[in-house]
């Protein structure tokens, strides 16, 4: 197995597209720095939750960065209604650290909980952990749609 560093998981995720929902502007400019850095694509970014889920319903990204705490509708609200249109890979990005967070990012379908601040050296790792959580979810999904008397 190949040891994970920031230039594999840079490779490997290299021209996702990236729409980041983070109403702080200084950690939103620090996150497209970090993606674009790592060879992904920036695809827009929301100050709240309503914008991000628009946003993403019309650009349909990779990859979602998404705060918690946000003006309009927090970020759970918003990876909800998201995930409900869309299949996407949702990394939830937040200052809290509390494990009910946590087990609500997870129950509705996040891929990923980063704990801020983050840095950009860890950040595409973190990244592709949790695009890999994303494509075996997915392979699943795709693996029982196609068995005889499975229902999805």
Not at 2 to 17: F, H, I
Not at 31 to 59: P, S
Not at 63 to 77: N, Q, T
Not at 111 to 137: D, H, M, N
Request: charged share 20%; proline share 3%; aromatic share 6%.
């Amino acid at each position: 197995m190949t040891q994970l560093t920031p230039e594999t998981a840079s490779s490997a995720l290299q021209g996702k597209c990236v729409l980041i929902c983070e109403d702080e502007g200084i950690v939103q400019m620090h996150l497209k720095r970090a993606v674009t850095l790592a060879g992904m694509q920036f695809a827009g970014a929301a100050y709240n939750g309503q914008d991000g889920v628009e946003l993403a319903l019309a650009r349909q990204p990779d990859l979602v960065l998404m705060d918690i705490s946000m003006p309009v509708m927090d970020g759970l609200e918003a990876a909800r209604r998201i995930l409900a249109d869309f299949d996407t890979c949702i990394v939830v990005i937040s200052a809290f650290s509390d494990e009910n967070f946590q087990a609500q990012a997870r129950q509705l379908g996040a891929c990923g909980y980063l704990i801020k601040p983050i840095s950009a050296a860890t950040l595409a790792a973190e990244l592709l952990r949790a695009w890999e959580v994303f494509q075996k979810r997915k392979a699943a999904l795709e693996k029982q749609r196609h068995e005889p008397g499975v229902e999805a």
